[in-house]
């Protein structure tokens, strides 16, 4: 895999076909990925309605499901959306809680994630060949999140007609 496939600052978001519940209609925003290493990322559509609010100089910061890896532990990173040049910016925060200075410009877009995704060498492009994820380039709609719950049948419903009648079934249908 050559550098020109690095899906890095890349958005996945789960095909409809996708049944495992750790992802399941997710829409993740890859922070790191590398033919060597494999791929990282965070969940962003999975609000868990908490907020931490003991960082100081900070205010409260929204918490979300990051993924199924390291679940109790809290992640701090800010993703914001830029336009000249149209980009993400992405940074995340590492060490206890106080020992790094966020800067004032990252507080905006700034979230605590619990947990986050990780795929080994070869495993995320392995899912991507089998249509478990669709890779799109990120938007202002996907990083800022502002509806985190309809996002993804948001981006569902702007990807065609197959993918919109797939995104409507139910998860069980032998229940209805």
Do not use: C
Not at 4 to 20: F, Q
């Amino acid at each position: 895999m050559s550098s020109e496939n690095n899906l890095t600052g890349s958005i996945l978001v789960s095909h409809p076909s996708l049944r495992d519940p750790q992802f399941r209609r997710t829409v993740l925003f890859l922070s790191h990925h590398s033919a060597e290493e494999g791929a990282t990322g965070f969940v962003l559509n999975r609000p868990l309605d908490q907020t931490l609010s003991q960082i100081p100089g900070v205010p409260d910061v929204p918490v979300f499901y990051g993924g199924p890896v390291e679940v109790d532990r809290i992640l701090l990173a800010s993703l914001q959306w830029r336009d000249h040049p149209t980009v993400v910016a992405f940074r995340a925060f590492v060490g206890r809680t106080g020992e790094e200075m966020i800067d004032e410009e990252w507080l905006p877009g700034l979230r605590a994630f619990a947990g986050y995704a990780g795929w080994s060498r070869g495993q995320l492009e392995g899912e991507i060949a089998e249509h478990a994820w669709i890779v799109i380039p990120p938007t202002r709609e996907v990083i800022e999140m502002n509806s985190p719950n309809d996002v993804w049948k948001n981006i569902m419903k702007n990807s065609g007609p197959l993918l919109h009648l797939l995104s409507e079934a139910p998860d069980h249908p032998e229940r209805n």
